[in-house]
Structures are given as C-alpha cells and as structure tokens.
C-alpha cells in the first residue's frame, strides 16, 4: 500500500520540485520512503512520484519508480500471486534483482504487455512509463479497492491517489464540477467516473488508460467487467457442491491476503462476513490470528461484546479497543482532509477509530467488505423481494395518498418505530418507493436522498444528471432478476464510491495498509452464477454464506439482528454538533457561494431542530459538504 502521483506535461514547465510536494501531500499513505523521477523528452515531461508504506521486500530493491529496461513503474497496492507469475516469468528467462511484486509487474508487462493484468489476483492502481514507445498506462483493479483519480486538460495530465495532491501544482484549475455537486447531495458521495472538480475524473474499476504521448491520444478501455460473470446463465448446481466450491475459493481468497512481510490482523465485527473471514482464516492454524474490534458505548455503537465470543470461540488474540464519544466527534474535523472530495457516510468515523488502534499492533487488516453486495446481505434486497411486487400492486393514488400523510406526520411520532436503527432515514426513503416502486426507482431510491425534481429546490445553479452505473443496462435480458439487477448496480456504485473509498482513506490515515479478501474477482465470477435462491432463501439473506459460517462458529453464537456501523447523527446534529450547523449553514455563507438555495437551507434547519429527526442525513450531507468546501475552496 502506497501513494502514488505524477504528471504529463506537454508545456513542459512541470519541475522535479513540484513532483516532489503533490507526492509528499501522501505522506500519510507512505510514510517509509519517497522516491520521484523526473523526465525530460522532445514536446514533453513525465513526472512519477512514489510513497512507500513497506510491506513485501523491506529492503532498497522494492523501493519505487522502479525501472526495468524501457519501462518505469509507480505502483499502489499488492499483487497477491506474485510469486507464481515470477516463477511463470523465470522459467522464461526473466531475472529478478529483489523480491518485490513491483518488480514482477514490470516482467509480466514486458512479457505480456497489458494482458499481463488478466493474470493478476490483487488490489493495484499504477502508472507504466514506456520511454522507447512514449506510451504511459495507468491501471486499476477490477472491484476498484485501490483509488486512481486523474486530470487532464490544457496539455496537462495528472493522477494521484488522492485529489490533494493535485492542488500542488500550480496548473491546476480548481474549479467545482457544478453536477457532481448534485450527485453528492442525492448519494453522499460522488460516483465514478466523475469528480467534484471540472476536467478531473475518477479511473473507472477494471479500466485502463493508454496514453500516446506522440499523438496525444488519451484512451479509456475497459478489461474486466462485472456484467461479463452476471450476463451467464446460473449453474446447474446443488447447494452441497455450491457450499463446498464456494468455501473452496473463498479459502484461496483469504489465504493470498496473508502474504506479507509485516504483520497483519483482521477488523472482527462480530458479523457474519469478518467471522466467516477469521474463521477460515484461522482454520488449521496453530499461530493465533489477530483480530481487532471497536466500541464506542456512549452512542450505541458496541458490537465488542459478539465479537469476543466469536474471537474466543475461534480462538483468535483479540483486541478490544473502546473509545468515547467525544474521541469520535472529534474526527469529524479531519473527515474533509483525508478524503479531499465532499463524502458523507458516517461510519468513516469509527472505520478510522478502528484503524488507528490497529495499528498498534500491525502494518495490514484485512476488512470483510463486499459480502453484503456478493451474496445479497443488504436490506434493500430484503424490501426488493419481500416487499416489491406488493408496492406495485397498490393503486397509484392510493401510495400517493400515503405519501402526503406520511408528510404532514414525522417519524419521531411514531410510537416504538422512532426507536428503531435507522428508522427516520428508512422512512424519508419508504416515500420515494411509494411514488416509483419500479426495480430500477427502488434501488435508486433506496441509495439516494433526493430525486431529480426534489434536487431543484436544493441547487441554486442548474444541473445536468450525470451519467453513472447506478443507470446501467448492461443486464441482459434473458439473464435479469430483481435480486441481480440491485447486486450488480451495488457492486459499481455503492461498494466502488462509497465503501471502498472511505476504507481506503479511514486506513491511510493511520498508515495503515487495508485489504479486502472478499473482492477477490474469482469470488464474484462464480457467486454471480449462482442461482438467486441460493444468496437469498425464505427471507434469509447471505443463505450460503451463513451456512458455511455455521460449519465453523454456532449458529447461536451469530443469530442476531445485522448492525451495521451506524453513527446517531440526528442526535450529534441536535446538540454536539449544533455548533458547527449554525456555524456552516448560516445565511450568509449560503448566499456568498451561490450554491445552495438559502430557503431550502432555512427549511432544512427549521424542520429538523423542530423534530423532524428523519432529515438528519440531508442535513448531514450539506454540514459534510460545507466543511469540504471550507478546507479546500
């Protein structure tokens, strides 16, 4: 895990000293050593910058760029099988110097060109410079785990892994991406390919970019796609055999993501994916695995307690850390530092607490993400199946009615409902379910806060509706089902834009090196063949991969309600937080950045504070927007 940044320039007045500042704005995500390397050519200058977090080949010989022949390498991330595509590359006469799964790019490009990608079981996002062909390639992995943003205009082409470090260089136009800025207000984050900045852009996962520095021809292709392994038609397969294969690859999976020359733990929820993780991880081992859980008491946040029996039942070394609610609220002022571009999923909050306690103890966690969208884990799924062909047979007029009472009566009024987890934003979303119960508008309304109309009266520009893959028709036909359709969309959208990229950053900021087993792409290849009843059964969700989790831990141990790491917002905005609202979202703040109608902002206030406790994430996601914009406008 690293940081890795750089620049085309076909004006030619980049420096070395301006590679060197946009690469140490990284230091966080590399604090054991720096490398950058400066180009000069006829028409043009190439700039590649590394930081280094070490964790395979310690020594100077995985230090980067590195160079191999013709070719150079500024690389972020792990390639897990390094060591069979280096034996493959042996045997056909390639010679080594270190030990290093950069090194083994370099060999497996040069032998394979961009094909040697299909080889590669990992997380990576890295830049090849050809100076013989005057070609760079920028790559990123299938599922999107490591981050690759990128700028490209006026014969100026920059990428980092994050976009702080572009405003380091004195080219840079930093100007903000007027329909990004909707597409935040309705998904809390802004989905890729876009960007909050004009002319910046995200490299879509399972991507890459060829770029002729002769030509100037930028290109962006595309190697992997999820849609390839749901566009099949499902196996003819008994659960029995499904289970076994499943567990079998799942074990290869896990396994890879131990390869390491420096510690390495788990995050342990408690729930089913990090058990079934540590579980299987921990299978046939005598060396005691570490595991790692957080609680933060005061606000309800505690899964501590489920997660030691687990650990103990597993017979892991646990640790246990809890902190205040005052140490939580605090890292709310770093959120718009670390991940630079407005986003506003709460739990970045206790990923990063978790974290930053872990390590103490290791250099890399594993995370258990991905599972909930691989085998049908959400809710939404839940309400799809149970509850979408019942809201289609209502009368129109008849969910409109319900709307409009839903309206006029909040949801802190209603009795023991109010008390539920995340009940007040669940009944804002039931409200755009009963105006559209389509599958599409389900799942759209279901990721979204606002729909388009509703997104009038909060911009105070006008905006254009970005094209992304929540709006994907890459599903055919004779292979679609409800339950495919939402996991697919999930697969690039929510897990890409919002999960990975607040893992990414919450473990960066403890340099911490962050690896997700589950995103393996051999797992989702063959889970997205499997027949819809054997993710989600008679109402249970994730049925096969509960079943293989009960082979290793009691079910009494794991029958219990999913928590999720859910932050009580709507009471932080009521009163810890209240400061900063006022603060933020004061009238003339509003009017000076013309972005925000001041009378929708006003509402917003008034409603909530008057008890509407069911507009806390609407709020929250201008209060997250508002201190974005502070830090870096």
């Not at 007045?13 to 590399?30: C, F, N, P």
């Not at 100077?60 to 590195?66: D, F, I, L, V, Y």
């Not at 409009?404 to 008390?419: C, D, F, H, L, R």
């Not at 917002?569 to 509003?590: F, P």
Request: aromatic content about 14%; hydrophobic content about 35%.
């Amino acid at each position: 895990m690293c940081g890795i940044s750089g620049f085309i320039d076909f004006s030619e007045t980049s420096t070395k000293e301006v590679l060197q500042k946009m690469t140490d704005a990284l230091i966080h995500r590399g604090p054991d050593g720096s490398g950058y390397e400066f180009f000069k050519h006829s028409g043009y200058s190439v700039g590649l910058g590394h930081r280094r977090l070490a964790i395979i080949d310690l020594s100077e010989t995985g230090k980067q760029p590195m160079q191999f022949g013709d070719l150079w390498i500024t690389f972020n991330g792990e390639i897990y099988n390094f060591r069979e595509i280096k034996a493959e590359l042996e045997k056909s006469g390639h010679q080594f110097i270190g030990h290093s799964d950069t090194e083994v790019i370099l060999h497996a490009f040069c032998e394979w060109g961009i094909k040697c990608v299909d080889r590669f079981i990992g997380m990576f996002s890295f830049v090849i410079y050809d100076q013989v062909k005057e070609e760079v390639i920028c790559v990123r992995d299938r599922a999107g785990v490591k981050p690759f943003f990128y700028y490209w205009n006026q014969n100026l082409f920059l990428f980092a892994s994050e976009l702080k470090s572009f405003n380091y260089h004195p080219d840079f136009k930093k100007e903000i991406n007027s329909d990004a800025v909707g597409a935040f207000m309705q998904f809390g984050n802004i989905p890729a390919p876009h960007c909050i900045f004009n002319h910046c852009y995200k490299l879509k996962p399972g991507h890459y970019i060829s770029f002729n520095l002769k030509t100037k021809e930028l290109k962006e292709i595309k190697y992997w796609d999820v849609y390839d392994a749901y566009n099949k038609p499902k196996l003819d397969i008994s659960f029995a055999e499904a289970k076994t294969e499943t567990e079998k690859i799942m074990k290869s999976a896990f396994d890879y993501r131990m390869v390491s020359d420096v510690p390495v733990g788990v995050f342990l929820s408690g729930g089913y994916d990090s058990s079934l993780l540590t579980a299987l991880l921990q299978k046939d081992k005598s060396e005691k695995l570490k595991t790692f859980t957080i609680g933060v008491p005061d606000i309800g946040l505690n899964e501590a307690e489920y997660a030691k029996d687990v650990a103990k039942h597993l017979g892991t070394e646990h640790y246990e850390f809890t902190c205040s609610q005052k140490e939580a609220i605090e890292l709310i002022d770093d959120i718009p530092h670390y991940y630079d571009e407005p986003f506003a999923d709460s739990s970045a909050i206790p990923t990063t607490l978790v974290s930053k306690m872990a390590k103490k103890q290791v250099t890399v966690a594993l995370s258990a993400d991905g599972g909930d969208e691989i085998f049908a884990g959400y809710n939404r799924y839940d309400y799809l199946m149970r509850f979408g062909k019942k809201l289609n047979k209502i009368p129109g007029f008849a969910r409109h009615l319900a709307v409009g009472v839903m309206n006029w009566i909040p949801a802190e009024k209603i009795p023991v409902m109010k008390n539920k987890y995340n009940f007040h934003n669940r009944y804002e979303k039931l409200k755009g379910l009963l105006n559209d119960p389509s599958s599409q508008n389900l799942m759209l309304n279901l990721s979204r806060q606002y729909d388009d109309e509703q997104l009038k009266d909060v911009l105070a520009f006008k905006f254009k509706k970005l094209n992304t893959s929540y709006l994907s028709q890459d599903l055919k036909k004779e292979f679609y089902s409800p339950l495919s359709y939402m996991m697919a969309v999930d697969y690039q959208t929510y897990l890409v834009d919002d999960i990975l990229q607040k893992v990414d950053r919450a473990t960066m900021t403890a340099s911490l090196e962050g690896r997700e087993p589950f995103l393996d792409h051999r797992i989702i290849e063959w889970a997205a063949q499997l027949p819809d009843d054997f993710k989600y059964y008679k109402g249970c969700k994730k049925y096969i991969l509960k079943e293989i989790t009960h082979q290793y831990i009691p079910k009494k141990l794991m029958d219990r309600p999913k928590q999720g790491f859910a932050i009580p917002i709507e009471n932080w905005l009521a009163h810890d937080l209240k400061e900063k609202v006022l603060y933020y979202l004061n009238d003339d703040k509003i009017k000076e950045q013309g972005i925000f109608k001041v009378d929708f902002i006003q509402k917003l206030k008034r409603d909530f504070y008057s008890g509407k406790k069911e507009l806390a994430q609407k709020l929250w996601y201008v209060l997250m927007f508002q201190m974005w914009y502070e830090k870096w406008m």
